[in-house]
């Protein structure tokens, strides 16, 4: 993809994917509820219809895959040199027939993407693999302990619902357009930098929302203010991952790369009960903040070597 266009791919593929969870979350809910006579006891037919429609939404996806043209590649010539070599050393080592193709398809599918990582960003692939690692650090591990959060400040599951249901979703995708047009105005190094800065200061508010309690109008300007950062913040990583990826290995690179974007937030986030059990809430949304501070060094560190798009 042109480098132009991943700023708006980015923001597109937000807000689908948002649509997408509300659709097969509380769309299944309300289809199930108006095809239900009566909620006093269990009827299965209601849920036949919900799941019915949504396999027949997932048709949809299906049909556009097999009808979409195929976009082009512009792989490089370093790339198809380096693969015709390696093909030709496996036949000089007495590899041929179906081995040899089982053998080069081994090394072109599962190898030879990292290689490429590897050779094309030398030393700086250690760098960038550091900020994929961490930049959805302080949103990630900050997540887990939103629901408990609410909880204990005696917010209802309807109150809760309503406000990340409606209200936070509508931010993301606000937010998610919004970083689509700041890659192409500005570029995706310093919209990710701006992500980096207001998914761990919106984090702050979190420790605001703790010290007002019970207060439906201070959670929906919490978790808007939140989700349209993390809007932002999306899109942009988007944008940069889609930025690294050689067209001739994007689909095993972007699965790398997507991988290690949570593995540590994930690990680290498994500890958030016991930190907040030990010191507080106030202390743990100031913690997360925090821990993206580290995230800006990264991001400055990283855009000193990437070309602006």
Avoid at 76 to 81: F, G, I, L, R
Avoid at 95 to 105: D, H, K, M, Q, R
Avoid at 259 to 275: D, N, Q, R, T, Y
């Amino acid at each position: 993809m042109e480098a132009e266009k991943q700023g708006a791919m980015a923001a597109t593929y937000q807000a689908g994917y948002r649509i997408a969870m509300i659709t097969a979350g509380a769309g299944a809910l309300w289809i199930a509820a108006a095809f239900d006579p009566s909620e006093a006891t269990y009827d299965f037919r209601p849920w036949q219809v919900a799941y019915t429609v949504m396999a027949a939404l997932m048709v949809v996806g299906m049909l556009t895959t097999l009808i979409i043209r195929e976009p082009e590649k512009q792989i490089s010539t370093v790339t198809t040199e380096r693969e015709a070599h390696t093909r030709e050393r496996f036949a000089a080592a007495g590899l041929s027939g179906w081995l040899l193709t089982a053998t080069a398809w081994f090394y072109s599918a599962v190898l030879s993407p990292f290689i490429d990582f590897i050779q094309r960003y030398k030393w700086q692939a250690l760098l960038m693999l550091a900020l994929i690692a961490t930049y959805r650090i302080s949103d990630v591990v900050m997540g887990v302990m939103s629901n408990p959060f609410y909880q204990e400040l005696g917010f209802t599951k309807d109150e809760v619902a309503t406000v990340s249901k409606v209200y936070g979703v509508i931010m993301t995708i606000v937010g998610a357009a919004l970083g689509g047009l700041l890659t192409m105005r500005i570029g995706v190094m310093r919209t990710l930098f701006l992500g980096a800065v207001l998914s761990a200061a919106t984090n702050l508010l979190f420790v605001w929302l703790a010290g007002r309690g019970h207060d439906v109008s201070a959670l929906v300007f919490t978790v808007s203010a939140d989700n349209l950062s993390a809007g932002i913040a999306s899109s942009a990583f988007v944008a940069y991952l889609s930025s690294l990826v050689n067209q001739a290995y994007s689909a095993t690179q972007y699965a790398l790369f997507t991988s290690v974007m949570l593995l540590l937030p994930k690990f680290i986030a498994g500890f958030s009960g016991e930190f907040v059990d030990a010191w507080g809430w106030a202390n743990f949304f100031t913690g997360t903040a925090a821990i993206g501070v580290p995230v800006l060094l990264l991001v400055w560190l990283v855009s000193r070597n990437h070309k602006q798009t």
